[in-house]
């Protein structure tokens, strides 16, 4: 069975991606959770998790935050609330939180996202044996290597199939200190990129919020050519991130993969289909966006 | 209050051995693999032994570190490895890879390991989870500040180690793959190509596909995450009365140079502190010596706030370096006053020279005659290694070193 994990960016397109066959939806607070398309409070995911549990649909919050001591501090009264709420999961990334959960007898299963630092099988088996229930792998890994680790883990693993990849997190205001060097002081450091002097093509995404500076591949990934043999090689989990794919749009292509799915579980998944799937998905990709298969096509000597 | 231990890093054997002689309680090394500086000098089994053995002479430790994130492969053999290290007597392994800490512990069990910056810990449960898994040490992310070091030592038995001096990564370690992405060059494996260094356009998109560039300035200044350099020289009250186990200088890359002059300023202040913390006095003296080897403009980092734009490398910076290494003593011999050196660059007659040795020895000289080994007078020492001989009136030792400073 095909699972499809998407980030939500409000109550209302929740709604559509629960209904349009996302399996489980990733939100959460941008105090405990990383990049996310919004920030929901505990209200918010209370009432998120009621209408996706309607549906069939199941909740993991992201806490998969880099936390300081002030943050670890809260992090016992709000993993309770959201056992009281009955999230379904959350997703680790701060050895810190498999403690506080450890120390405080909290029950949440946990899927262990610590981006860039997933990639070797028994780097997931340890955080196995520690509780977690599945791992999000690093998007830095090539298919190769991707099978190398699902044929030694008991547990799910997570894929992104589409959406960006985020490159470099830094602690450091890296936008702002710029602004306020050149005198050119702004209100919201978003919606901005880079581009290296000799490539003027490159177009690396790059914010500032309360976890700090976010630099982003140039291509946001896009593995719909690949889906049947990434469910031949086991890996059935598929995470879409929507941090820059808004609104009706991101909905739209997770219908998407619905129909992937779809014809993949009923063995009707062709070259024709997957063709005809990539095209739509072109189409619907935010124009000043560039798609492509990140590591995955990329051989594991390719990098050094 | 307990004394913190002064961790220098070593590129090759030679610089072990300096570091030691400049001050440092302990060292760290890297191995041929399963490290993060895969351009930096390694040491092999046999080199290892012999740091060990020198070592322990000085009442010195080794660790090694062997901090990469794994992927499928990369652990083969890395179990033989620990074990082989333990058996030579390092005092430790910096790892940052879950994977590897596995290994290490079941596989060579009594070898401790202390956890690499690169896994980012900034907050006490997470020294409290690795503490539970059997760690010795854990290695501050660089971005926790001092406060948050004061609380996590009301929180932790584990040792804390956290970097004083050096070049600073800019993202949270481990967290960064610009490399991987720019220039295929695995960040987390060695390969780091230094993407943050570079300088980039920034643009602005106010409608979909309408790009608009921010760069401003006069000059037109470029988008850059380059950081100044750290060093906490006048905060070494501050990092000892926290309880700070392990004080560490950044730099397996760095020359001797660097690092026996870096490993003896902090000797100076950490023993003037801990000998007398009442009237313990910060030293301009021991900031002026850094400076001679610094490479970018100095900073605290993370631990009094958040760095701003004036801990980023924009606009015009001062000359750096400073000095140049020139020689370093082999013998000295005092009833004549003749010392030997062995040159390291180009030098002569007229020189303004400084020499400076373990203990904060200094001497300043002005070269008027010099010789070559043959004792036949010469007015430059051009050839790398050459020896030449100089008169001194006042006494040096081996492995003193000798600078001058670089014309304006």
Redesign the interface.
């Known amino acids: 069975m095909i699972q499809i994990i998407a980030t939500a960016e409000s109550a209302e397109q929740a709604q559509a991606l629960a209904e349009t066959g996302v399996n489980t939806l990733l939100v959460g607070e941008d105090e405990f959770g990383l990049r996310l398309p919004a920030s929901f409070t505990l209200e918010e995911i209370g009432a998120l998790t009621n209408m996706a549990h309607h549906r069939g649909a199941k909740v993991c919050v992201a806490v998969n935050a880099v936390m300081h001591n002030d943050r670890i501090r809260k992090l016992p009264a709000y993993l309770l609330a959201l056992r009281k709420i009955g999230v379904d999961a959350i997703s680790v990334g701060d050895p810190g939180a498999v403690q506080v959960m450890r120390t405080h007898q909290i029950d949440i299963p946990y899927v262990y996202d610590a981006h860039t630092l997933v990639t070797n099988a028994r780097q997931i088996n340890f955080w196995t044996k520690r509780g977690a229930v599945g791992a999000v792998l690093a998007r830095e890994l090539t298919f190769e290597e991707i099978k190398a680790i699902a044929a030694q883990v008991s547990v799910p693993l997570e894929i992104l199939v589409y959406g960006a990849t985020c490159i470099h997190q830094s602690k450091r205001p890296l936008v702002d200190n710029y602004l306020q060097f050149t005198e050119q002081p702004r209100e919201s450091k978003k919606g901005f990129f880079l581009s290296e002097p000799k490539q003027p093509d490159t177009h690396y995404s790059i914010y500032e919020d309360r976890n700090g500076t976010h630099i982003f591949a140039t291509d946001d990934v896009n593995l719909v050519p690949y889906l049947g043999e990434l469910a031949e090689a086991g890996l059935r989990v598929w995470k879409m991130d929507g941090i820059f794919t808004r609104g009706e749009t991101f909905v739209n292509i997770a219908g998407l993969l619905a129909e992937a799915r779809r014809a993949i579980e009923a063995g009707q998944w062709t070259a024709e289909t997957a063709a005809s799937l990539n095209e739509r998905i072109k189409d619907l990709h935010p124009k000043e966006r560039s798609l492509g298969e990140g590591f995955f096509t990329k051989q594991a000597d390719d990098v050094q | 209050m307990k004394k913190p231990e002064l961790l220098a890093p070593a590129g090759t054997l030679e610089k072990l051995k300096i570091a030691i002689r400049y001050g440092a309680d302990a060292v760290y090394i890297g191995g041929n693999q399963y490290g993060l500086r895969s351009r930096a000098g390694n040491f092999n089994l046999d080199e290892m032994r012999e740091g060990v053995a020198f070592a322990k002479a000085f009442g010195a430790k080794v660790y090694v570190a062997a901090n990469m994130?794994?992927?499928?492969?990369?652990?083969v053999g890395v179990g033989d490895y620990f074990r082989s290290l333990r058996d030579i007597g390092i005092h430790a392994v910096i790892v940052?890879?879950?994977?590897l800490?596995?290994?290490c512990a079941t596989e060579a069990p009594g070898l401790p390991i202390h956890l690499s910056t690169q896994?980012?810990?900034?907050?006490?449960?997470?020294?409290?989870?690795?503490h539970?898994e059997g760690l010795e040490r854990v290695v501050l992310?660089r971005?926790?500040s001092m406060d948050?070091i004061a609380?996590?030592r009301k929180n932790t038995e584990v040792e804390i180690e956290t970097f004083i001096h050096g070049a600073m990564c800019?993202?949270?370690s481990?967290?960064?793959?610009?490399s991987?992405?720019?220039s295929?060059?695995?960040a987390?494996r060695g390969?780091c190509s230094q993407s943050?260094r570079?300088?980039?356009?920034?643009?602005?998109?106010p409608k979909?596909?309408v790009?608009q560039s921010?760069?401003?300035?006069e000059p037109v200044?470029?988008?850059?995450?380059s950081?100044v350099d750290l060093s906490m020289i006048r905060h070494i009250p501050d990092l000892v009365k926290n309880g700070v186990d392990s004080l560490k200088i950044e730099g397996r890359m760095k020359s001797i140079h660097y690092v026996s002059t870096v490993c003896n300023v902090y000797r100076q202040a950490i023993d003037a502190y801990c000998a007398d913390p009442e009237h313990y006095e910060f030293q301009q003296a021991w900031e002026d010596e850094l400076w001679k080897v610094a490479q970018r403009e100095l900073s605290t980092g993370?631990y009094y706030g958040?760095?701003?734009?004036d801990?980023?490398l924009?606009?015009k910076r001062r000359k750096i370096p400073a000095y140049s290494f020139i020689g370093q003593v082999l013998e000295y011999d005092s009833t004549t006053g003749i010392a030997a050196i062995e040159q390291r660059n180009n030098f002569g007659v007229g020189d303004e020279v400084e020499f400076y040795g373990p203990g904060f020895t200094h001497y300043h000289y002005r070269i008027e005659e010099m010789w070559d080994e043959n004792n036949q007078p010469i007015d430059r020492a051009p050839n790398p290694m050459m020896i030449v001989k100089l008169k001194v009136d006042a006494p040096l030792k081996p492995f003193d070193m000798m600078r001058k400073a670089l014309p304006d």
Request: proline share 4%.
């Open positions: 994130v794994t992927h499928e492969g990369d652990e940052s890879d879950p994977a800490i596995e290994i896994a980012s810990a900034a907050n006490y449960e997470t020294l409290n989870f690795w539970s992310a971005e926790v948050e609380e996590m800019i993202s949270y481990g967290r960064c793959v610009l991987n992405y720019m295929a060059r695995d987390n390969g943050c570079w300088k980039y356009d920034l643009y602005e998109m979909p596909g790009r921010v760069l401003a300035g200044e470029e988008f850059s995450m950081a993370f958040v760095p701003t734009e801990q980023q924009f606009g």
